[in-house]
C-alpha cells in the first residue's frame, strides 16, 4: 500500500488500525486505498458466524499464547486463526474441520474471581514470607499511602509483595487458569469476600451529572486517594445509602465541576478542523478536551467567549437524513464557494451533512457544488447487469478478475461517462456482466426432488472439460429454468454430476452436532460428519451404509416426547462444571443434552436431576411473595430511570437469573416490592371505586394527571390501583377519594336527567350528524359536566328529539281487535312523520 508517497507492506489489520490513523476518513488518500484493498481486506459478516472457540450455545476462551498449525500451513497463535475463519459461516467446511482439529489445543473456560458481581479493583494486598496476617499470609488495605524509605528498609529483610484484585483477577486470565481447577477455587476462595461486591440497585455516583476530577487527591477514610478512586469505591454503594450522601458532601467540591460544554444540548461534530486561536488548528473535539484538562467551568469568561467564537461551527442539531453532496466519490481538494466563503468540496461535505437531504440549504448546495466535487467511478455493468466477480479477463497484458476492475478504474480516476470508460464496456461487458435469471436454472433439480452437484467429478461441456459444481454456480447465476441451454444441460451430465446425498441419520431423527467420532483414526465432532465428510458420497452406496451403521447411534437421535428438564422449577447455573457420563461437562450443557435426548420420567432423566440438581439448579428471585401479584400500573426509579414499569421490572429480575435468598435478591426485594407488590383481593366484599360516592357513580376523567404513590399518575391508573387493592371498607380507600375526587371524578352531562332516551333517533349537533346515544357517549368522553354552559345548551336542544317518558300504556301497531298482537314486517319500508323508516 501507498500511503503520503511512502510504500509499505502491511497486514489488513495494521492497515486499518496502524498506518490509515494518520489518514484522514475524507480524503483522495481514503478513498484510493479503499477502492485498491477491501476486496482483499474485507469481508460481508456470515449469518452465522464461525468461531473457533463455540461449542454448542456456549463460547468458551482463546489460549492467545498457544501456537498451532494455521488454515496455510504455517504456525500461528490460537488467537489469529479465530479470526482467520471469522469469515465463514458457522456450519461451513472450513470452520468445522478447522473448529475440529483445533478446539482442544484453543479453547478453555477460563476462571473469573468475581464471576456475575464486581470488581473491587482498588483493594491492594501485602504478600509476606515470613510474617503471616490474617492467618492466610496476606495483609489487605484499600489504596493506603505508604512510606517508601520504610518499604526499603524491610525489603532486605523481608520481601513484600503488594497486589490488587485487579491484578489478581487479571493474572487469572494471563496465565490461562481453568475454571474448577484447583488454583482457581484457590484463589476465589483467598480473596472473593475482599474483592467481589454485588452490583447495588441504583449505583452511587459520586459527580453525578457533574464531571469528576479523576485524578485530584482527597482524604478519604483516612486515605489519600484520587476522586476517580473515591467514585469507584462509592459505585458499590447503593444511591439512597448514607455511605452515598456523606461521601457526596465531603468531596463533591474537591472532585467534581461543572465543566464547560461547548455544544450545551446540540451535537459536537467531533472531527470538524476549525482555525484555532494563535494560528493553530484544531478538532472541536480537541476544544472539548481542553475544557476538561483545563477544569473550565460553564460560568467562566473563557467558556463564554470560546463557545461565542466557535458554537456556530462546532454545533449542529443532527438531522433525520442527512444530506449527501455526492452518491459516492468526491474531488476531496477542489476549491469552491460555500455560502459565500471560499472552502474545499471536503468542508462543504461535512457541513452540508449537518443539513436535511431534502431542505433547501442541501438543494442549493448539490446545484452549485456536484458539477465540480462529485464525480462517478466507470462502472461496466451499469444498473441494468450484475457483475460476475470471478469472471477473468485479460487486462493490460494480465488475468485479472472482473471483480477487481473497479479498483484499478479507482486508482486511475476513470470516471463514467468518458472515453476510456466507454472502450473498457466495449471490451468487459460482455464477459463480465450479465442480466440474471427470473428463474434459476437448477441442473440437479427433477419434478419432485432437489440432488446436490458432485464437487470432485470432472465432465467435458461445451467443448472443454470443467467441475461439476462450477457447472451447477454457473447454470444458477446465468442461466433461465426454461432455456434450450438449461434443457440441453440437464439431458447431457445430470447423471454424472447429480446425486443423493448421504444422511447419517433417518428422515425423523435429529442430527447431534456436538458429539465426537473417530473416523478413520481422526477425531471429528459429529457437525463434520453431517456437513462435510459426506460430500459427494452418494445415498445407497456401499460406504454410505457403512457409515449409518458406525455412526447413527452417536450422531442422531429421535425426539423425546416430553423432554427431560433438569431444573424443571428453577434456573440453570450454566457455568458451573460437574462430572457427567465419565466426563466434566457444564450444567448449562447438560441441561441441554438431556433436553434434546431423555425423556421426562425416564431412568436417565431422573438420575441425572437426583444427582446434578443441587450443583446445577437454584431458585429464581422473586419481586413477590407467592401470596401477591405484580402491580402492572405502578412504576419504580431504577438505573437512574424513574418511570420503570413494575411489569418491565419484574422481567428483569426473569432475565437476569438472581438466585432466592442472596443478598442481591433481598436488597432488591426490599427496595421495590413494596411499590410493586399487592396481596389481590378475592372481591367478597365490594371493591374500592375511586369515582363512587354512597350509591352514586360518577365519570372518570382518565387523562387528568394527580400525584400518587410518589409518581405522576392518571387518575385511570389511580382508580384501576385501588380497584385491585383495597375494598370499599378499607381507610385507604376513603382518604383517596378525599384527596383525588375533585380532580379525577365528574358528574356528565345527562340529556334526559329524569327520561329515557331514545338511543337510535339521528339528530345534527354543533353541525355533525350523530345519534342521540353517541352524544351521550361524547359528553363522557369529552367531559362535559352537568351544570355547564354546553351542558345546558344541548338539553334545551336534544330534549325534545332525544328524550321521551315511558308511557303507561305503550301504543302496539300490530294490535287486533281481540288486543292481541300480530307479526310485524320488519323489512317493510314506510313513511313515518316525514322519513322512510321499516316497520
Known sequence: VEVDGASTTT??????????????????????????????????????????????????????????????????????????????EDDSELCVTTRDNLFDSCCYRACNLCEGQGLRWWVEFEEQEEEEEDGDGRGLQEVAEVDTNDVEEESEEDPIETK?????????????????SDQCLETKAMYQSDCCYTFP?????????????????????????????????????????????????????????????????????????????????????DIEAIFAANEIKSNSDMCSSTKEDFQSLCCFTPPITPCELCPEYVRWEEDVEFEGVKSTCKDATTMLKREEEFSDQCKIGKQQMQETCCYELCDVCGESLVLDWDA???????????????????????????????????????????????????????????????????????GSPTNCSDVYDYLIRRIESDSDTCASTKDSIFDQCCYNKCSICDGNQLQDFEQQIDLGGEAISCMQLHTVRTNDIAAGSNICQSMRSQFSPTCCYDAPATPCALCAEGAIRKEVEVDFGGDTESCNQIANFLANRASNGTEECSIAKVELMQHCCFDKCRLCKENEQIDWDGYVTFEGKDDVSCGSFDWYFTTNIIEEGTSQCTQMQNAFSQQCCYEPMDYSTPACSLCKRGDIWYEINGTAEVFFDGLSRSCTDVSNSLFRKYDEQNGFCDAARSEYFEACCFEKCDICQGSLLDAN????????????????????????????????????????????????????????TDGKAGEIRENVDVNFYGSTTTC
Open 392 to 462: 477473468v479477463v485479460e487486462y493490460e497484458g494480465e488475468p485479472v478478475a472482473c471483480g477487481d476492475l473497479k479498483p484499478i478504474f479507482g486508482r486511475n480516476e476513470i470516471e463514467e461517462g468518458s472515453n476510456v470508460c466507454d472502450a473498457a464496456k466495449n471490451t468487459y461487458r460482455d464477459f463480465c456482466c450479465y442480466t440474471p435469471p427470473d428463474e434459476p436454472c437448477n441442473m440437479c433439480q427433477t419434478d419432485t426432488a432437489y440432488f446436490d452437484a458432485y464437487s470432485s467429478v470432472e465432465v467435458d461441456l461445451w
Open 11 to 88: 497486514t489488513c489489520g495494521e492497515l486499518d488500525y496502524g498506518v490509515l490513523r494518520t489518514v484522514t476518513k475524507d480524503s483522495e488518500t481514503c478513498d484510493k486505498v479503499r477502492l485498491d484493498l477491501s476486496e482483499k481486506c474485507c469481508y460481508m459478516y456470515p449469518q452465522d458466524q464461525c468461531l473457533l472457540c463455540r461449542k454448542g450455545r456456549e463460547y468458551l476462551n482463546i489460549r492467545s499464547d498457544v501456537n498451532v498449525t494455521s488454515l496455510d500451513g504455517t504456525d500461528a497463535p490460537c488467537s489469529l486463526v479465530n479470526q482467520m475463519i471469522a469469515p465463514e
Open 761 to 816: 333517533v339521528e339528530v345534527a349537533y354543533n353541525g355533525t350528524a350523530t345519534t342521540c346515544l353517541e352524544l351521550g357517549v361524547r359528553f363522557a368522553a369529552d367531559i362535559i359536566q352537568a351544570g355547564s354552559e354546553e351542558c345546558n345548551a344541548a338539553k334545551s336542544a336534544l330534549f325534545e328529539p332525544c328524550c321521551y317518558q315511558s308511557p303507561f300504556d305503550p301504543c302496539v301497531l300490530c294490535a287486533s
Open 201 to 285: 440497585t441504583n449505583a452511587c455516583s459520586l459527580c453525578g451529572e457533574q464531571t469528576l476530577l479523576w485524578a485530584t487527591e482527597v482524604e478519604y477514610e483516612g486515605k489519600t486517594v484520587s476522586c476517580g478512586v473515591a467514585d469507584n469505591i462509592l459505585n458499590t454503594e447503593d444511591e439512597s445509602s448514607p455511605a452515598c450522601t456523606t461521601s457526596r458532601d465531603a468531596l463533591s467540591d474537591n472532585c467534581c465541576f461543572d465543566k464547560c460544554k461547548l455544544c450545551d444540548n446540540e451535537q459536537l461534530a467531533w472531527d470538524y478542523v476549525i482555525d484555532y486561536y494563535n494560528d493553530t488548528s484544531k478538532t472541536c473535539g
Open 164 to 180: 490488587t484484585c485487579s491484578s489478581i483477577d487479571a493474572s487469572l486470565y494471563a496465565d490461562f487458569i481453568v475454571a474448577g
